[in-house]
């Protein structure tokens, strides 16, 4: 038997729902269990808390995947992803396109899937469902009879968990696709695309907009596949730009913009925030600014810094609106939360002399559930503003 004993009242916050174990929560750990290995995890007084997987050269040294006394075997990895399938086709009955599982949120730490239709995309953040990857292809292959299933492990976050990063082919061999989300047509590449090959936690963000489209002049910055241009394009905006930093995606824009038979987008290679610092210069203005930035943190130590960040890039953006323009901003670090988020935000406004009216705040769409006691599985706001 694998123990750890949790320090005395370290489990209150499992209780409450929390997923992880800290190392500094371990008061004991009984059995000589390996990097990986399910474990049981109790309390200071021997009550029964969980099975989790450990991991001790890691920060979070357990990751729990159930309340009862289970194995991380098949038949478990098969019910999880089953009740995860099931709200999806709840969600989104008429599609085979959203996160199928989004780690603790659905029981299974550490484990991202994307579905894609018949291609799936797997992300592994933790060392115990690392080691069982090989299961996952089993039970999606099962379950879907997917055409391909891709790895896509290059993420800095696994060096946390002493994994090394990885992209490869785990079935099949084709990694280019096309999909069509909201009426709007992308091929995306799971091999080559960001993170997974698309980003979907916009999903029904991109739709917000379509209020405001109609006659407007349009840029889109951090544009990545240009979900957010070719919805404006597609819905009556005067014209679009389309910004990103890298000729990969503007490549993919391209593309699409070609899919939808659409005409009024320009795309530009360049640094969104130089771009804006240069339409500054230029005195240029737009009705619609959409700033969806890469994180500007992946560590509490970089809080103050990335608030810098998005106060720097909200502020500029602000100075290239028309009077009654739109302001649409999101944060995708779960580090900096929405009072932080709203407040770098507001001083941009004071700072630029103008007056905001928040239209509209959500997070992800619905495929990436939050659990309420772990903050760690919130992480994306978005907001949209009316510039007075």
């Known amino acids: 038997m694998k123990k750890i004993i949790l320090k005395k009242n370290e489990e209150f916050r499992i209780l409450k729902g929390h997923c992880w174990v800290f190392s500094n929560e371990i008061f004991k750990i009984e059995g000589e269990p390996n990097t990986g290995d399910v474990v049981e995890i109790y309390n200071s007084k021997n009550n029964f808390l969980g099975s989790g997987f450990y991991n001790p050269h890691s920060l979070i040294s ?4 159930s309340k009862k006394l289970k194995d991380f075997d098949k038949d478990l990895i098969l019910e999880k992803i089953k009740n995860a399938f099931e709200l999806r086709k709840l969600l989104f009955p008429k599609s085979n396109i959203y996160r199928l599982i989004y780690g603790e949120s659905d029981f299974l730490p550490g484990l991202i899937i994307d579905r894609f239709n018949n291609h799936f995309s797997i992300q592994t953040f933790s ?5 069982k990857i090989n299961l ?9 009879s997917p055409i391909s299933i891709i790895e896509r ?3 800095q976050l696994r060096q946390l968990e002493g994994l090394e990063e990885r992209t490869r082919f785990l079935f099949g061999d084709s990694s280019i696709t096309e999909i069509e989300l909201e009426g709007i047509k992308y091929e995306i590449d799971l091999i080559n695309g960001q993170k997974t090959g698309f980003f979907l936690d916009q999903r029904l963000n991109r739709n917000s907009i379509i209020p405001f489209c109609n006659n407007s002049e349009v840029l889109d910055c951090f544009c990545n596949d240009g979900g957010f241009a070719l919805t404006a394009s597609k819905n009556r905006a005067s014209k679009v730009t389309a910004v990103d930093i890298s000729q990969n995606n503007i490549e993919r824009v391209n593309k699409n913009i070609i899919l939808n038979n659409l005409q009024n987008i320009e795309t530009i290679v360049a640094d969104c925030f ?3 610092k240069k339409y500054i210069a230029e005195n240029k203005k737009f009705d619609i600014v959409i700033l969806d930035p890469p994180s ?11 608030l810098k960040g998005y106060f720097e890039i909200n ?8 009077p009654n323009g739109i302001l649409v901003s999101a944060c995708c670090s779960h580090h900096i939360d929405k009072k932080m988020f709203l407040e770098a935000i507001n001083d941009s406004a004071i700072k630029t002399n103008v007056t905001l009216q928040q239209l ?3 997070g992800p769409s619905s495929d990436h559930p939050e659990l309420i006691a772990m903050p760690e599985t919130n992480y994306l706001k978005f907001a949209i503003f009316r510039v007075l």
């Open 62 to 65: 357990v990751r729990l995947f």
């Open 127 to 131: 060392a115990g469902v690392d080691q």
């Open 136 to 144: 996952i292809v089993e039970v999606l292959k099962e379950l879907f």
């Open 153 to 155: 492990n290059e993420s």
């Open 274 to 276: 130089d771009i804006l």
């Open 296 to 306: 500007f943190t992946k560590s509490k130590k970089n809080i103050k810094t990335a």
């Open 315 to 322: 502020s500029t953006a602000l100075k290239i609106l028309k």
């Open 360 to 362: 509209f705040f959500s």
